[in-house]
């Protein structure tokens, strides 16, 4: 509760009330691309104003440009590689130059930067503290009304790996934007409908069922619990197995990818292309008959 | 007068008399793309060589093949947001294994390395000093005749963040190759003719219209000083607005983009592809009749 | 002797007794693309494990999936430009997941760490000490089945760089996968067949033909010591030319290049399109009749 207060009252610069510990670690996230000096330009200011940055980490410039969704599940997938005291920037920013507020958020020891449009949502959890940044704080007004990944997430990332506490970027946020993210359906009988959401660089279709779901589909089989599972996707159905080598050359097979979910995959192939599949395709996960 | 006296007279290391202060920042923009290890090798050099070292910036490997012109923009765009004592490291040469020269150039406290192609026209203002580099004062004689960027730039560019003086790389140039940068036509009565110079990740369409040359337009209409102005590409009117947000979804819009230069966007789309227009299509930016 | 017994004896942590000092550097080298984190989690996990990480340089993430033999030419002409000392981290892995081994080899004061799949091949010279990795030496037991970068490579490599004496990594290995790298064949009259092994990004064509081989060839002419030569490529003869700058515009030529291997391009243009030549094309070098 005294935390939240003093969030609240918005005092600069209090003594780390908040518990962020910097690292030195900077990750960026963005749908800006690597052909123009968009990144480069950020890690300049980065650089430039900080005197404790480790490293500037990309995590990818590859997004869609403003496929907010695809942002907030690679940050999601990412994050917990990263030690505490990383300050996460993610920008893909359909809203820049409207009146979208910017997030600071700090959740386990992590600080995130994130326009507040629901790309944080997969990464704050319940006990989340949340600030909207406020760019005058940081002698930042006016920005530039095109980039602001240059000319406030860099800057006030900066300031926080040197050791700027998190509540004094702004005031407290009590509420912000939450993406719908589509939950799998329960189907009965040890059956569950989810959906491809990312297609990797190898043709893997990665889906929104997880490892926990996956447990919770063993539960309704009580007089099978060692039943075998398979997928259904496109025109297909791919034995879960633990692991490529488990299939033949050419086959089809799922399994728990190294990030908790079901992932669809055709041994030494590309299943997206091999089985003419793509994001938001269905996927039924079922015992073997 | 002095300086230039010192600069050809060659004296090996005179002591910082050129006010170039190293930060430790080293930035690379090439035509090599990202598929080879052309650019690691770069770095396994600068790293390998440099003890002060504290960060090798990628601004962009994608200029397509020996286009200098768009390098020589990238970097202008570039070079603002990186502080002073940045060594800039540029190698799109057409003319690699010629005799043409290697410049080192100082401005306003940044290094540039780049091949005497032009490359350096936009950042270089009248108060620059430049040299050759002579690889032969590095021991670097004779060098390979296709990768200069590994056998010369990047141990030259390591010696400069260490502290080599600029002027101990080689004799002072008074002369060097400059690009002939298209510049506005001035129509009267308010409008411009320009050129659409880039085309971004985004679709988005950058010229060569800046902010000085849009106020100078205004200056034109003192019987109207707060007239709407819109930019005429391909088939369409642009009205100029000040951010994206101001379009409705899928209209086409112009603006001041974050470097200064009018760009034409369509809101939440690729105004590339939409529009039909290219890089050195002609743009007119003008008064709303 | 003494190295091999101990090596194999297993001793935990003997001080450096196989002459490894890291210098603070580690390269990276996969088939992973930069569209997924992938390549921003293996960098968390080093960054967040080591304390004396100056850099981790990438030297190619666009191997095509699964190339192992790509991916051995890469790391084979990008490790001279690195200084002893760095661990060099290479993962294309068509068998993740299966029983294949991790590699950790010392060569020339590099060390690499690569599946036991023949990708060290061109690196590993006849005084090269291998040993398995162990992940359970690390506490990295069970691994993720699908994505040993992040769980293995990257956790051994922190360790590397900050100190762990190689021969603890694992048991030592006396024999490990070596690729069958396709031999020029010698043809007789100063005469070679190779084959084109890798395009790059300017369309150049890299054969397995290299300074040695020629100089070779230029010994078989001992009548004729000074003939000039040239290669004999799809439908088209190149000349051999010192440097790109040597032919016409738009005219083949073959040179020697900066890595040392014949390679075959168009000056100003890209060969492999415009002399219809692709990976794995037969080469033919022969003197000018």
Chains 1, 2, 3 share one sequence.
Not at 176 to 190: F, I, R
Not at 209 to 223: C, N, Q, S, T
């Amino acid at each position: 509760v005294k935390d939240e207060l003093e969030g609240r009252s918005d005092a600069p610069r209090a003594a780390q009330i908040v518990g962020f510990e910097p690292c030195g670690l900077v990750t960026l996230l963005t749908d800006f691309g690597t052909s123009d000096t968009f990144v480069g330009v950020m890690k300049g200011v980065l650089w430039g104003r900080s005197r404790r940055l480790r490293a500037a980490i990309d995590l990818t410039h590859a997004i869609a440009a403003q496929d907010v969704e695809d942002a907030a599940l690679h940050l999601a997938e990412a994050r917990p590689w990263f030690p505490a005291g990383t300050v996460h920037v993610a920008v893909v920013d359909p809203g820049v130059g409207s009146s979208r507020a910017i997030l600071a958020a700090l959740d386990g020891g992590h600080l995130f930067l994130a326009p507040d449009n629901g790309l944080l949502t997969p990464v704050l959890g319940a006990g989340a503290r949340v600030w909207r940044v406020d760019p005058a704080r940081f002698g930042l007004t006016p920005p530039s009304r095109t980039f602001h990944g240059r000319d406030v997430f860099a800057p006030v990332a900066a300031a926080l790996v040197d050791g700027c506490d998190p509540s004094s970027v702004g005031l407290r946020a009590e509420k912000w934007q939450v993406l719908p993210m589509t939950a799998p359906q329960p189907l009965g009988a040890g059956r569950v409908r989810g959906q491809i959401r990312r297609v990797d660089r190898f043709g893997n279709l990665i889906s929104n069922l997880d490892a926990d779901g996956l447990e919770r589909l063993r539960g309704e089989l009580a007089k099978a619990p060692r039943a075998q599972f398979q997928v259904r996707v496109g025109e297909v159905y791919a034995p879960l197995v633990d692991t490529y080598a488990d299939a033949a050359k050419g086959a089809p097979l799922a399994l728990l990818n190294s990030s908790g979910w079901v992932e669809v995959a055709v041994r030494d192939g590309d299943a997206a292309r091999l089985l003419g599949v793509s994001r938001g395709a269905p996927i039924v996960l079922e015992p073997v008959p």
